[in-house]
């Protein structure tokens, strides 16, 4: 079962939120939040929040147990920028590009397995006798 969560227009650059999510990739969710607790970047807290967003929805709405919980992917994709312009010397303009992102973290668990009832199938006597006569079998040779 694939849990997906996503914060989107999140004031950040791609290019930086991208050097933290690798690093969280595959892991399971317990290690990963250790890892973006002690991060000391704005990317860590704001990718934290959603992986937690993204847990929790596991854990409601898809009663997966969250032990079993693996990061499947963790995706920064680019989102709208803002462009301004700031004044400079001499009549000109410089650029100013305000750049932001969209996380996408996906989580991949296992179902809570159902208990099945075991059906039990009846010993035949051929499958007795077989497993006694390969000792003796193994006897003749030695």
């Given amino acids: 079962m694939e849990v997906k969560s996503t914060s989107k227009y999140v004031r ?3 290019k930086k939120a991208r050097d933290v999510a690798r690093e969280i990739q595959g892991l399971p969710v317990s290690s990963a939040l250790d890892i973006l607790t002690f991060t000391p ?6 990718i ?3 992986l937690k967003t993204a847990i929790a929805d596991a854990e409601n709405n898809f009663s ?14 680019a989102a709208p920028t803002q462009r301004r312009f700031k004044p400079r010397a001499k009549g000109s303009a410089g650029p100013i590009i ?3 992102s969209h ?5 991949v668990g296992s179902a809570p397995e159902k208990k099945k009832k ?4 009846a010993v035949s006597k051929k499958t007795e006798e077989a497993p006694a006569a390969a ?3 193994v006897e003749d040779q030695a």
Avoid: C, Y
């Fill in 12 to 14: 950040l650059s791609p």
């Fill in 41 to 46: 970047k704005k990317a860590a807290q704001l």
């Fill in 48 to 50: 934290g929040k959603t």
């Fill in 64 to 77: 997966l147990d969250t032990g079993t919980l693996v990061i499947k992917e963790a995706v920064i994709g």
């Fill in 98 to 100: 305000r750049r932001s």
């Fill in 103 to 107: 996380i996408s973290i996906t989580l």
């Fill in 118 to 121: 075991i059906a039990r199938k």
């Fill in 135 to 137: 000792p003796a079998a």
